[in-house]
Every structure is written in C-alpha cells, then in structure tokens.
C-alpha cells in the first residue's frame, strides 16, 4: 500500500512542479491526476498496490469534503449576492455533461454493436 501512496504523491509532485514551472491557472493535482490517467493508459492496467491505496482513501472521501463545505459556509455573502449566476452556471453544465455522456454513451455502444 505504501508503494500506491508513493505513487498517487509522485504524480502529484508532478503535476505540481508543471504548474508552478509553466504558470498555469490549472492546480498541480489536477495535472497529476491527468498524467497518472494518462500512465495507466499506457500501461493499460493497475498493479495491487496502487488499487489498494485508492480504495482505502475512497472510504475516506467524505472526510475530505469537510472543509469545502465549511469554505461556502463562511462565503455565504458572495454565493448570495452571485446567486443566479452560479444557478445558470450549474443547470448549463448539468446540461452539458448529461448531452457528452449521452453522445458517448451512443459512440460506445454503436462501437459495441459494430464488433
């Protein structure tokens, strides 16, 4: 388990040094998760410590959304005074991924039927 831990932190450190190396607005964390996908494209499968290490911090999850929700607590002022926009923006975006999953819910299964 130790080794997954290793890992997830390496790519991470990554992602973070590329942020901060290029002065890009898009978090290290983000870049990490995108190149550890990008690895386990690759290499077209997991390996057990790594699996483990994830499914032990998913049971832990929860825990981590704590302190957003404590984080829009103290920024009621703003999210009341920004209340529509960030209604638009959500029922836009809801709309938006239903319309992609359901286009490549249709391109996976048409694939599927083709084989």
């Given at each position: 388990?130790?080794?997954?831990?290793?890992?997830?932190l390496?790519?991470?450190f990554v992602g973070?040094?590329i942020s901060?190396?290029f002065?890009?607005?898009?978090?290290?964390?983000?870049?990490?998760?995108v190149?550890l996908?990008?690895?386990?494209?690759?290499?077209?499968r997991?390996?057990?410590a790594?699996?483990?290490?994830v499914?032990?911090?998913?049971?832990?999850?929860p825990?981590?959304?704590?302190?957003?929700?404590?984080?829009i607590i103290?920024?009621?002022?703003?999210?009341s005074?920004?209340?529509y926009?960030?209604?638009?923006s959500?029922?836009?975006?809801?709309?938006?991924a239903?319309?992609?999953?359901?286009?490549?819910?249709d391109?996976?299964?048409?694939?599927?039927?083709?084989?």
């Amino acid at each position: 388990m130790l080794h997954g831990i290793l890992t997830l932190l390496l790519f991470q450190f990554v992602g973070e040094c590329i942020s901060k190396l290029f002065e890009l607005k898009i978090p290290g964390a983000i870049i990490g998760m995108v190149l550890l996908l990008l690895f386990l494209i690759i290499r077209k499968r997991s390996f057990p410590a790594l699996d483990s290490s994830v499914f032990w911090l998913l049971r832990y999850l929860p825990l981590f959304i704590v302190p957003a929700a404590a984080g829009i607590i103290t920024q009621f002022d703003t999210i009341s005074n920004e209340l529509y926009a960030i209604l638009a923006s959500l029922i836009v975006g809801t709309f938006l991924a239903l319309a992609f999953s359901v286009k490549l819910m249709d391109m996976l299964i048409s694939r599927k039927e083709k084989q």
